[in-house]
């Protein structure tokens, strides 16, 4: 059964790998999408006093949950190649800045989600959810009015400010709670910084296509090695229990 157990570790590490590389791989061209390396950590099986057996489990994996996926562990925080769009709206933050949005249940979370978008009701939207202000305020267009942005986030309407973006940098661990969400994790926090932006690009997803392509490749092998070594323990058990089978 040890045999066993450490093929199937290493499937099971393998097979979320796959569902990791795959998630980065769909998301290389959505705009703040921030990319999950997946790390590896070993388990020691038994109780203390008794002989365990060492196997395989990948870490910082991806979880489902109600049909949204979201991934726990340490996400890739590169920035992404930046393209010209030429959009009132849209924005590429420089260097870590990111900006707060808040959330359905009250949290704040960050994005480097740039395509800013207006809803019906004149709310300032990021990756779906209100952007806030430094002070944590919402940002609102009333209808009918042109807003513009500015290089240090101000936004203007009608030649006013109107408010400012808020810029935060992230320290400690870090969560991602979606494609473009990142949140603190344990003691990690968010501080308020001076940040600039290019108005008019975007940057999009940190992750490289021709990476994911070739890690898509060679973690498929693995996967399939660990498929046939435990097609194979299996085959071994059977024929220990024949040998052993009195006649």
Same mark, same amino acid.
């Given at each position: 059964?040890?045999? +066993?157990?450490?093929? *199937?570790?290493? $499937?099971? =590490? #393998?097979?979320?790998?796959?569902? /990791? +590389?795959?998630?980065?791989?769909?998301? $290389?061209?959505?705009?703040?999408? #921030?990319?999950?390396?997946?790390?590896?950590?070993?388990?020691? *099986? @038994?109780?203390?006093?008794?002989? @365990?057996?060492?196997?395989?489990? =990948?870490?910082?994996?991806?979880?489902? #949950?109600?049909?949204?996926?979201? /991934?726990? @562990?340490?996400?890739?925080? #590169?920035?992404g190649p930046v393209e010209t769009t030429g959009e009132p709206l849209d924005v590429a933050l420089d260097g870590r800045a990111l900006l707060a949005v808040r959330l359905?249940?009250?949290?704040?979370?960050?994005?480097?989600?740039?395509?800013?978008?207006?809803?019906?009701?004149?709310?300032?939207?990021?990756?779906?959810?209100?952007?806030?202000?430094?002070?944590?305020?919402?940002?609102?267009?009333?209808?009918?009015?042109?807003?513009?942005? $500015?290089?240090?986030?101000?936004?203007? +309407?009608?030649?006013?400010? =109107?408010?400012?973006?808020?810029?935060?940098?992230?320290?400690?661990?870090?969560?991602?709670?979606?494609?473009?969400?990142?949140?603190?994790?344990?003691?990690?926090? *968010?501080?308020?910084?001076?940040?600039?932006?290019?108005?008019?690009?975007?940057?999009?997803?940190?992750?490289?296509?021709?990476?994911? $392509?070739?890690?898509?490749?060679?973690?498929?092998?693995?996967?399939?090695?660990?498929?046939?070594?435990?097609?194979?323990?299996?085959?071994?058990?059977?024929?220990?229990?024949?040998?052993?089978?009195?006649?």
């Amino acid at each position: 059964m040890d045999g +066993i157990r450490v093929a *199937a570790g290493a $499937a099971s =590490a #393998r097979a979320r790998q796959l569902d /990791v +590389i795959a998630d980065n791989l769909a998301n $290389a061209r959505t705009p703040g999408f #921030r990319a999950t390396q997946t790390s590896f950590q070993s388990v020691l *099986a @038994g109780t203390p006093g008794s002989p @365990g057996v060492s196997t395989v489990t =990948a870490a910082g994996t991806m979880t489902d #949950r109600v049909g949204v996926v979201t /991934v726990e @562990g340490a996400p890739d925080l #590169r920035p992404g190649p930046v393209e010209t769009t030429g959009e009132p709206l849209d924005v590429a933050l420089d260097g870590r800045a990111l900006l707060a949005v808040r959330l359905d249940d009250g949290s704040l979370a960050y994005t480097r989600a740039g395509r800013l978008t207006i809803d019906p009701s004149g709310t300032l939207l990021a990756a779906g959810h209100p952007v806030v202000s430094r002070d944590g305020a919402p940002l609102g267009v009333p209808p009918g009015t042109v807003a513009q942005l $500015a290089p240090d986030g101000r936004l203007t +309407i009608a030649g006013r400010t =109107a408010g400012r973006l808020g810029m935060f940098e992230l320290d400690g661990p870090v969560r991602r709670s979606g494609p473009m969400l990142l949140q603190p994790r344990d003691a990690g926090a *968010a501080r308020s910084v001076e940040g600039s932006m290019r108005v008019g690009a975007l940057e999009m997803g940190n992750c490289s296509m021709l990476e994911a $392509a070739v890690q898509l490749v060679s973690v498929q092998r693995a996967y399939d090695a660990a498929m046939q070594a435990l097609q194979l323990q299996n085959t071994l058990d059977e024929k220990a229990v024949e040998v052993g089978r009195v006649r």
